[in-house]
């Protein structure tokens, strides 16, 4: 706890409050970081499924 805030009925002290877009972008940092992800993962799936449906074709005939 700082001193303005335990003190703050008293002597308040005067803080300017950004831009706008800052105060917005700074919290919505992680989501962003978390939606890059989702997709990467998701594109990374969808570049494995071609190689990977012959490769299980091929054992499903050689257990056949």
């Known amino acids: 706890m700082t001193a303005s805030q335990s003190a ?3 002597y308040p002290v ?3 409050q ?3 877009w800052l105060r ?3 919290p919505a940092r992680p989501l962003g ?3 890059a992800l989702i997709v ?3 594109a990374r799936r969808v ?3 071609p190689l990977r449906d012959p490769a299980d ?3 499903r005939e050689r257990s056949a």
């Open 14 to 16: 005067q803080t300017s």
């Open 47 to 49: 570049e494995e499924r």
């Open 57 to 59: 074709s091929e054992e």
């Open 8 to 10: 703050d009925g008293f």
């Open 24 to 26: 917005l972008a700074f």
């Open 33 to 35: 970081i978390a939606a």
């Open 40 to 42: 990467a993962i998701a």
């Open 18 to 20: 950004g831009l706008l």
